[in-house]
């Protein structure tokens, strides 16, 4: 197709956002329909030639950067009126070029709940095969790291577990185990409860990151990616039921002959929506936006994991990832042993886990938080009382998540230079709450496409939330008293031993709880009489040819990390999409 340039006024498809949806999507209709033009239309630039992303012992060190959009919450009343920012990719590969990594799988439960809710065929078997088409798993050590099922070959975006686990990772597991987990080898099987090493996405053979810009080699020709340029509005026809295209900041216009498919991610897809007057009315008005489709779903529905955190002082003779912040010459060192690939800290790509319900945690007195979540259910909201249910009645959905993670991951930073605790090294372990009750929201703030939205995810909102958050901080600290993990330490760094009493917990709490990176829902695919915005096959309510595959239309919260579903959510919206043009 060597027509198909990205100087062109009308493609067949735009695909809005090259992240880890977008660029998931468009290369399937790239492969599957090689007769039509696809444009890419990505905010950030290229960065595949940025070492702070390729490299995995360097990630993180975007996060704020310039590839960033960094996009700040309202302050948080529950959450010590602290505004907390949301990290997400400007750049191609959008937050799977950012992120931490971690490629795990929520459980069968989870995914079955999106055709319960309301949207047939989106199932724990249909995901599970499109999941499985994303990856190639990889094996530096046999089945000992992992068992046989769960995982895919031969798909773009590579995965691995750990090779060398420093011991602050090892003695986690043997922990948890000492706590009542059980070892699971095969935990993206559908099943994730237990403790295990996970895999991470990234490529044994040279030690970098996957992401989804993995997925272009697989492209035709006719897949045109534009860098450095901004969707402002879906242009709509004069009956507001279809789409003709694009216009970009700067005033571009760029007409679609099929369709226009929204992968802004759930941050970001609400806000080009309501500018180009879909949604609300009563938002749209107060924006000074004229409303051309009504659809109150748009930007409501926001749901995270709540993530909270301890710290430990490793003992001297441990060798973590810190050293490489207040050492340079090590850092150099490692660098360059990297570079040739051979056993190098900037090879780290992945930790020690753990999933489990409240009653291994709590005990009896799991009871108190069970109804605390009755009292944070509102009866009327079906992915409220779905939540309710694999609380209650679901023993194989985790309600919490645990990290075990080498390098000190605190909400205050690693210590700087000239104060306590610079020049040590940590081990962190996290805790992620998996399904919280409150849903938040996501709206633009006013008609100018550069200002940010206006976040709210409402953090630590329901009585649930709080007290279950505050059970996991609570945790943690029994985990590291568990053996073998006092071995590796000198003493807890965060919280420390002025948190103690029940309402230091709290305070703890409020004062630290922070995103787990994982907002979603904000475009749920659901019945339009409950909330939604996308129909089952993810076509936005009453406009014939736009769609939405991204994050945001995860409907309900699902466990664990949650890529690997947003790429299953582009594998499987592609095969919708070419089902309905393949001739
Ligand atoms: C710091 C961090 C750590 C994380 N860690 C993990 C992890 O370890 N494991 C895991 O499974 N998940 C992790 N996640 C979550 C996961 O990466 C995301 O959920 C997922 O990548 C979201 O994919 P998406 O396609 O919805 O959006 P994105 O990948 O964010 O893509 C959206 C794209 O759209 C572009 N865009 C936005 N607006 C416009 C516009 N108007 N015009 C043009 N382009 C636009 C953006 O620049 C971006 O490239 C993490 C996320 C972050 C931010």
């Known amino acids: 197709n060597a027509s198909c340039r990205s100087d062109r006024s009308d493609y067949d498809f735009i695909v809005v956002g090259g992240g880890t949806a977008g660029l998931a999507v468009a290369t399937r209709l790239s492969q599957k329909l090689p007769n039509d033009c696809i444009l890419v239309i990505e905010a950030g630039p290229d960065g595949r030639e940025e070492q702070r992303i390729y490299v995995p012992g360097l990630r993180g ?5 310039q590839l960033d959009w960094a996009l700040p919450t309202v302050p948080q009343d529950a959450a010590s009126n602290r505004t907390i920012t949301h990290n997400r990719g400007k750049v191609l590969g959008g937050s799977s070029a950012l992120n931490l990594l971690v490629w795990n799988r929520a459980t069968i439960k989870e995914f079955d709940a999106w055709e319960e809710l309301g949207s047939p065929g989106w199932n724990w078997k249909n995901m599970y095969s499109n999941m499985l088409k994303v990856e190639n798993f990889q094996r530096a050590k046999g089945e000992a790291q992992y068992g046989r099922e769960g995982i895919g070959y031969g798909g773009p975006v590579n995965a691995a577990l750990i090779e060398n686990p420093p011991i602050h990772l090892r003695n986690g597991i043997l922990a948890l185990e000492n706590r009542g987990f059980r070892e699971n080898l095969q935990s993206l099987n559908g099943n994730n409860i237990g403790t295990m090493y ?3 996405a990234n490529r044994l053979s040279n030690h970098t990151r996957s992401y989804s810009v993995d997925y272009l080699p697989r492209a035709g020709p006719n897949l045109v990616i534009l860098f450095n340029s901004t969707v402002r509005t879906v242009n709509l026809d004069d009956n507001n039921s279809k789409t003709t295209g694009v216009l970009l900041i700067g005033g571009r216009e760029i007409r ?5 498919i929204i992968s802004a991610g759930s941050l970001l897809s609400p806000k080009i929506l309501e500018l180009s007057g879909i949604g609300q009315k009563d938002i749209l008005s107060k924006a000074g936006i004229k409303q051309r489709v009504d659809l109150p779903g748009v930007g409501e529905n926001l749901q995270d994991h709540l993530r909270i955190q301890a710290t430990y002082e490793l003992k001297q003779d441990i060798l973590g990832l810190d050293i490489l912040k207040y050492n340079a010459t090590r850092a150099a060192i490692e660098l360059d042993l990297w570079r040739r690939n051979l056993t190098s800290l900037y090879q780290y790509a992945g930790s020690a886990y753990g999933f489990t319900k409240w009653d291994t945690v709590l005990g009896k007195s799991q009871d108190n938080l069970l109804r605390l979540a009755n009292q ?3 009866m009327s909201n079906i992915i409220d009382r779905k939540k309710l249910q694999f609380l209650t009645d679901a023993k194989s959905v985790p309600d919490l998540q645990l990290v075990f993670s080498d390098g000190y991951i605190g909400t205050r930073g690693y210590p700087k230079n000239g ?6 090294q940590y081990a962190t372990i996290i805790a992620g709450v998996m399904h919280p009750f409150a849903r938040g929201s996501v709206h633009i703030n006013g008609s100018d496409v550069a200002t940010n939205p206006i976040i709210d995810p409402k953090f630590l909102s329901t009585p649930y939330d709080l007290e279950a958050l505050k059970q996991a901080a609570q945790y943690l600290r029994k985990i590291s008293q568990t053996p073998p993990y006092p071995d590796v330490y000198v003493k807890e760094f965060d919280p420390g031993n002025v948190v103690l009493t029940d309402a230091q917990w709290e305070k703890y ?8 990176y994982h907002p979603l829902g904000s475009c749920a695919m659901l019945p339009k009489k409950d909330g939604g915005v996308v129909d089952p096959s993810l076509r936005v309510y009453g406009v014939e040819n736009l769609r939405i595959v991204d994050a945001s239309v995860i409907p309900i919260i699902i466990s664990g990390n949650i890529q690997t579903a947003v790429y299953g959510i582009a594998e499987r919206a592609a095969t919708i999409i070419v089902e309905k043009y393949r001739s």
């Not at 060190?61 to 950067?65: A, K, Q, R, V």
């Not at 679609?256 to 226009?260: F, G, L, P, W």
């Open 256 to 260: 679609a002959k099929k369709e226009v």
């Open 419 to 424: 104060t306590a605790g610079y020049g040590k």
């Open 198 to 200: 996970q895999p991470a």
């Open 509 to 516: 709490v409020r004062d630290n709880v922070y995103t787990f």
């Open 376 to 378: 944070s259910t509102d």
């Open 61 to 65: 060190t975007t996060l704020g950067g």
